[in-house]
């Protein structure tokens, strides 16, 4: 099925280590982007690790300290996760919807993402690892990243959460807003 993304704004954002890009543009131009002064490890270092993780306590950091411009968006990728999303499936079930961006096969609702996120963070970090063999490593700031990206989710006002494995140097804002 054809798609067009709406027409105003199409947002991505990758966490790193240390620090947080959030991209907003449209199929003409860069709108706005967004440096967060701050990623997982940052995060993980204060507050601590993800069986330890007063999780009440980051949300209500991230809502005071994640300032975005007065953007609203319909959708958002969010970068870097869909392959252990899709890889952990069957252990952390998730409701999703399909997708038709190329490449990206699934989204999740708003209400279905905060669900998923929920269940990773009651979930032991060593659980998590033994779901994804492939870079178990990369579990230690998962459920802290896809925590920043639901905050910046909410603060744009988006109805879809769309999990890629692009990177914001792939070209992702162009891909989100041409029609398919």
């Given at each position: 099925?054809?798609?067009?993304?709406?027409?105003?704004?199409?947002?991505?954002?990758?966490?790193?280590?240390?620090?947080?890009?959030?991209?907003?543009?449209?199929?003409?131009?860069?709108?706005?982007?967004?440096?967060?002064?701050?990623?997982?490890?940052?995060?993980?270092?204060?507050?601590?690790a993800h069986?330890?993780?007063?999780?009440?306590?980051?949300?209500?950091?991230?809502?005071?300290?994640?300032?975005?411009?007065?953007?609203?968006?319909?959708?958002i990728f969010?970068?870097?996760?869909?392959?252990?999303?899709?890889?952990?499936?069957?252990?952390?079930?998730?409701?999703?919807?399909?997708?038709?961006?190329?490449?990206?096969?699934?989204?999740?609702?708003?209400?279905?993402?905060?669900?998923?996120?929920?269940?990773?963070?009651?979930?032991?970090?060593?659980?998590?690892?033994?779901?994804?063999?492939?870079?178990?490593?990369?579990?230690?700031?998962?459920?802290?990243?896809?925590?920043?990206?639901?905050?910046?989710?909410?603060?744009?006002?988006?109805?879809?959460?769309?999990?890629?494995?692009?990177?914001?140097?792939?070209?992702?804002?162009?891909?989100?807003?041409?029609?398919?």
């Open positions: 099925m054809a798609n067009a993304v709406s027409a105003t704004n199409s947002p991505a954002i990758n966490i790193g280590g240390g620090s947080t890009e959030l991209v907003v543009g449209t199929n003409e131009k860069l709108e706005t982007a967004v440096k967060i002064p701050f990623g997982a490890k940052f995060i993980l270092k204060t507050f601590g069986n330890n993780i007063d999780w009440e306590k980051l949300d209500e950091y991230l809502a005071a300290e994640i300032v975005i411009p007065p953007v609203k968006a319909k959708d969010i970068t870097g996760v869909l392959d252990i999303v899709t890889t952990m499936k069957d252990n952390i079930p998730a409701e999703t919807d399909s997708c038709s961006f190329k490449d990206h096969p699934i989204s999740f609702t708003l209400p279905h993402y905060i669900e998923y996120i929920e269940k990773l963070r009651a979930t032991p970090l060593e659980q998590i690892k033994s779901y994804y063999p492939k870079n178990p490593t990369f579990c230690d700031g998962y459920t802290v990243g896809l925590s920043v990206y639901l905050a910046c989710a909410k603060k744009l006002g988006v109805e879809r959460v769309i999990p890629s494995n692009n990177d914001l140097t792939d070209g992702i804002v162009y891909e989100m807003t041409k029609t398919i």
